[in-house]
Nanobody
Framework: QVQLVESGGGLVQAGGSLRLSCAAS????????MGWFRQAPGKERRFVAA????????YYADSVKGRFTISRDNAKNTVYLQMNSLKPEDTAVYYC????????????????WGKGTLVTVSS
């Protein structure tokens, strides 16, 4: 079983920054692709960013390209999401997810999910 615990959410003004963290335990984190997804109020959960097991490949939704950066530290079993130039439309619950595969396979095809952390961006 895999446990994923997100942290770092909060309230920030538009144009500000936040860094989300996701601590993983329970399996070999270093061999798993990891991802971030978000769900805004009244909307479906959507892909934000993903990273391969070795950090060589990263993937981003068009809406966050150039503003968000995903990274990981396999020694700490942690994946990060640095969010800059935040906009009110980035307001959502952000979920960390882990895959049984080494690379992201697309869509919402992840095997383990955290409980989420709320990010609120005020205008």
């Amino acid at each position: 079983q895999v446990q994923l615990v997100e942290s770092g959410g909060g309230l920030v003004q538009a144009g500000g920054s936040l860094r989300l963290s996701c601590a993983a335990s329970g399996r070999t984190f270093s061999s798993s692709a990891m991802g971030w997804f978000r769900q805004a109020p009244g909307k479906e959960r959507r892909f934000v960013a993903a990273i391969s097991w070795d950090s060589r490949r990263t993937y981003y939704a068009d809406s966050v390209k150039g503003r968000f950066t995903i990274s990981r530290d396999n020694a700490k079993n942690t994946v990060y999401l640095q969010m800059n130039s935040l906009k009110p439309e980035d307001t959502a619950v952000y979920y960390c997810a882990a895959s049984n595969f080494q690379d992201y396979t697309g869509g919402g095809d992840m095997d383990y999910w955290g409980k989420g952390t709320l990010v609120t961006v005020s205008s």
